[in-house]
């Protein structure tokens, strides 16, 4: 017999500073800590307990939902804890929640670890930025805290499509209109085309999932339209190659053609957890667009973007090896770490070791 309802578990997982909380038949009650599993709690929950505890958390029409479809996106407010961003699933026939904190305000660029860089993208008037990384990687933070950095500077139309929507923007100078998928809309790639004929000036899409989307990204993008969306790509080159593997063979030329004129930039990141086991922090990678990017994209040269990131400082690029090292300059982050997420280690490596002998001379 479970000790506790669904609103309890998610207080001592923020209470203890976690970002998500996860409920599984056969195990404790489970929240990622610093980037770290951790239980909440010794208790085991069984099947029964996990149903109550995840329908509990839903709407008629959402139970409904999950039981036809077998999973279900979600967003659920708390009252005096926070707004929560769900899902459930059926695993081995059994229903399985995760549950992620979303801040009541939304970070600032600078507070999430980024540079001049991307905020410089945020005063693009069109074309495609993409933030990149996996799953809990903080992309939807940085997609929405450029959004609302947008909508603060400039007076502009903005419409999101969300699925769901977690932070709840301020409008600032900007007009700005939120869409859910699954309640003010039935898919992206239909409400993007509804975008279109609203006077929009910014898209936020908050993710490209298929070929439609990203189709109708990639036109919008082009006709004069600012987007800014999400991939789940590692890095910069895999982002190019997973939207030209997207369409058809055939097609892939041309896709390569306009993705090269209409491209802006790429932020991909990662969150690492602090060496000191105090929370975590951000590494990145950032491409910006110039002659030599846009002709290696037309002419799907990917294998050369990360050479071009490497010596795009002047253009305000870095690569994720770049990013890394500063970290470990600072103690950030562990060898170790910076290990598991480089391109190439021996530029890590020999960085390191080279700030070992000067640190070591400094004494």
Not at 264 to 292: K, P
Not at 342 to 348: A, G, H, L, N
Request: proline share 2%.
């Amino acid at each position: 017999m479970r000790q506790y309802d669904l609103i309890e578990y998610l207080a001592m997982a923020m209470q203890a500073g976690a970002s998500d909380l996860h409920l599984s038949p056969g195990a404790a009650p489970t929240m990622r800590l610093h980037g770290k599993m951790t239980p909440v709690t010794e208790e085991i929950l069984d099947s029964v307990d996990v149903r109550e505890l995840v329908l509990g958390g839903l709407k008629d029409a959402q139970r409904a939902k999950l039981e036809q479809e077998w999973e279900l996106d979600f967003a659920i407010e708390v009252e005096n804890l926070g707004r929560f961003r769900g899902n459930a699933c059926f695993c081995m026939g059994r229903i399985e929640g995760n549950f992620r904190y979303i801040p009541d305000a939304i970070p600032e660029l600078t507070q999430l670890g980024h540079g001049p860089t991307v905020e410089k993208l945020c005063h693009m008037r069109d074309g495609l930025i993409l933030i990149t990384g996996v799953s809990n990687s903080g992309k939807t933070t940085t997609l929405c805290s450029m959004t609302q950095q947008i909508a603060a500077e400039r007076s502009c139309n903005i419409v999101t499509i969300e699925d769901p929507i977690e932070f709840v923007f301020k409008h600032g100078q900007s007009l700005i209109r939120q869409r859910q998928v699954g309640f003010d809309t039935h898919e992206f790639a239909r409400a993007m085309k509804s975008a279109l004929r609203q006077d929009v000036n910014v898209i936020t899409v908050s993710e490209l999932r298929d070929l439609e989307t990203m189709r109708t990204a990639l036109t919008a993008a082009e006709t004069g339209h600012l987007v800014i969306s999400t991939l789940h790509t590692t890095d910069v080159p895999a982002t190019i190659t997973r939207i030209l593997d997207s369409y058809p063979k055939e097609q892939q030329e041309y896709v390569a053609a306009q993705l090269s004129h209409c491209l802006r930039g790429i932020v991909c990141q990662h969150l690492i957890r602090r060496a000191d086991g105090e929370g975590r922090v951000m590494a990145s990678e950032v491409m910006t667009i110039n002659n030599a990017v846009m002709s290696c994209i037309r002419d799907q040269r990917i294998q050369q973007l990360a050479s071009l990131i490497q010596i795009g400082g002047r253009d305000g690029m870095h690569t994720i090896d770049d990013s890394l090292l500063h970290l470990l300059t600072y103690d950030f982050i562990t060898l170790e770490d910076a290990k598991a997420h480089c391109r190439d280690y021996s530029f890590i490596k020999m960085g390191y070791e080279k700030l070992q002998r000067e640190r070591g001379g400094q004494r």
